[in-house]
C-alpha cells in the first residue's frame, strides 16, 4: 500500500537510532540537538563550538595549509580542494562566529587565488584568473559551491561577482546549467541546486537584493514543477543525469555538485518553505527508504579523495542521512 505522506505523521525516531546519532561527531550531535529532539539554545550551541576543536570539524582544519588553501588549490577534481573543504566545513556547521572560522576564511581570503589553468593543464581562461578565492570563476556550479560558502562564512561582499554572473546565468525555465555557455538552453538539477543553496546562503546572511528572491524563488519552482526528479515533459521519473554519473533517487553524503531527490528536500526545508502536494511523493520516496531498524543507508559515494572519512562505506547505515531524512520528514509533517 502506498504512504500517503500528506496524512502521515512524522515518524517518530527510536530512542536507540537517536541515541546513536548523540553518540558521534560533535558535528552530527549538535543537528540533532536542535533538529529532533529540541534542545535548549545555549545546549546547542556548547555543543557546535566543539565542531572546531574536535572530531572531523578540527581534522579538516587541521589540514589547512600555511598559503590558506587545501591541497594547495581552489578547486580540484578530487573532493579535498578549497572549495571542497569550505564545503563540507559548511555543512558540519562550523560556527562562522568562532575564533577558529575567521582565523581559517582569513587565510583563504587573503591568499587563495584562482587559476586559469585547469587540472589536466588545459588552460580555461583569463576572466578569472588570479581571481580572490570567494570572487569565484565561470562556472555556476562551481560559482554555487563557492557563493554559499561565501555567504555562510560572512564573505557576501567578496562575492558579488558571483551574485551578478548567477543572476545573469538563469535560464528560461528557471533552472541553470553549467553547459549554458555551450549552447544548453535547458536547466540542470545538478547546477541549479548548487545556485540555489548559495542563494539561499546570501539572503540568510543578510543580503537584501530583491533580484536575488526573485531568481532563487524561480529556480525553486524549477524543482518543484518537476515534483523534484520527474521530467515536465512526460512526467517520467528522472533516475540519473544526462552525463549517468549522478542517480537522483539514491542518496549520497557529501552530495559535492550532485543533485538528488533528498538534498532537494533539505533546500526547501532550509528555505521555510510552506509543504505542498508537489513534494509529497519525493517526501514518500525517502519514508520508503527507512529500513526496519530506523536507519537509512548511504545509497551513493561518489569517487574521489575525501579529506575526511565519516561513514561506514557504500551501503551501511549513515548517520549523515538518517539525520537528513528525519529532519525532513518532521518539516513536512509539521508543515502539511
Given at each position: 500500500m502506498a504512504i500517503n505522506p500528506s496524512k502521515q505523521q512524522a515518524p517518530k525516531p527510536e530512542k536507540s537510532v537517536i541515541q546513536r546519532l548523540l553518540d558521534s561527531d560533535p558535528s552530527i550531535r549538535w543537528q540533532v540537538m536542535r533538529d529532533l529532539i529540541g534542545a535548549p539554545a545555549?545546549?546547542?550551541?556548547?555543543?557546535?563550538?566543539?565542531?572546531a576543536t574536535e572530531g572531523w570539524g578540527a581534522h579538516l582544519l587541521a589540514l589547512q595549509g600555511a598559503d590558506g588553501s587545501w591541497a594547495g588549490t581552489a578547486w580540484n577534481h578530487g573532493w579535498n580542494s578549497t572549495m571542497h573543504v569550505l564545503s563540507l566545513l559548511r555543512e558540519l556547521g562550523l560556527d562562522p562566529a568562532s575564533n577558529e572560522a575567521h582565523r581559517t576564511v582569513g587565510l583563504v581570503r587573503d591568499h587563495v587565488r584562482w587559476k586559469g589553468w585547469d587540472w589536466d593543464g588545459t588552460w580555461r581562461g583569463l576572466e578569472f584568473d588570479g581571481n580572490p578565492f570567494f570572487a569565484g570563476e565561470v562556472e555556476p556550479c562551481i560559482?554555487?559551491?563557492?557563493?554559499?560558502?561565501?555567504?555562510?562564512?560572512?564573505?557576501?561582499?567578496q562575492s558579488e561577482r558571483i551574485i551578478d554572473?548567477?543572476?545573469?546565468?538563469?535560464?528560461?525555465?528557471?533552472?541553470?546549467?553549467c553547459e549554458a555557455a555551450n549552447g544548453s538552453t535547458r536547466s540542470s538539477f545538478n547546477?541549479?541546486?548548487?545556485?540555489?543553496?548559495?542563494?539561499?546562503e546570501y539572503e540568510l546572511a543578510g543580503g537584501t537584493n530583491a533580484a536575488v528572491t526573485e531568481a532563487r524563488l524561480r529556480g525553486q519552482e524549477y524543482l518543484l514543477e518537476r515534483h523534484l526528479f520527474r521530467r515536465r515533459s512526460t512526467g517520467e521519473v528522472i533516475e540519473q543525469d544526462r552525463d549517468g554519473g549522478t542517480m537522483w533517487t539514491r542518496f549520497a553524503?557529501?552530495?559535492w555538485w550532485h543533485y538528488d531527490v533528498l538534498r532537494g528536500l533539505e533546500y526547501l526545508r532550509h528555505a521555510n518553505v510552506v509543504p505542498d502536494e508537489r513534494?509529497?511523493?519525493?517526501?514518500?520516496?525517502?519514508?520508503?527508504?527507512?529500513s526496519s531498524d530506523g536507519w537509512w543507508?548511504?545509497?551513493?559515494?561518489?569517487?574521489?579523495?575525501?579529506?575526511?572519512?565519516?561513514?561506514e562505506g557504500e551501503g551501511s547505515p549513515s548517520r549523515w542521512i538518517t539525520l537528513r531524512a528525519l529532519r525532513v520528514l518532521n518539516w513536512y509533517s509539521a508543515g502539511d
Open positions: 545555549d545546549e546547542v550551541a556548547a555543543e557546535r563550538a566543539r565542531v560559482n554555487g559551491q563557492v557563493g554559499a560558502s561565501s555567504a555562510y562564512f560572512g564573505q557576501n561582499t554572473l548567477l543572476l545573469a546565468e538563469q535560464l528560461s525555465d528557471g533552472g541553470w546549467n547546477t541549479t541546486i548548487c545556485v540555489l543553496e548559495a542563494l539561499l553524503f557529501p552530495t513534494m509529497a511523493e519525493a517526501i514518500d520516496l525517502v519514508a520508503s527508504k527507512r543507508l548511504l545509497e551513493t559515494q561518489y569517487p574521489g579523495e575525501m579529506p575526511v572519512k565519516m561513514d
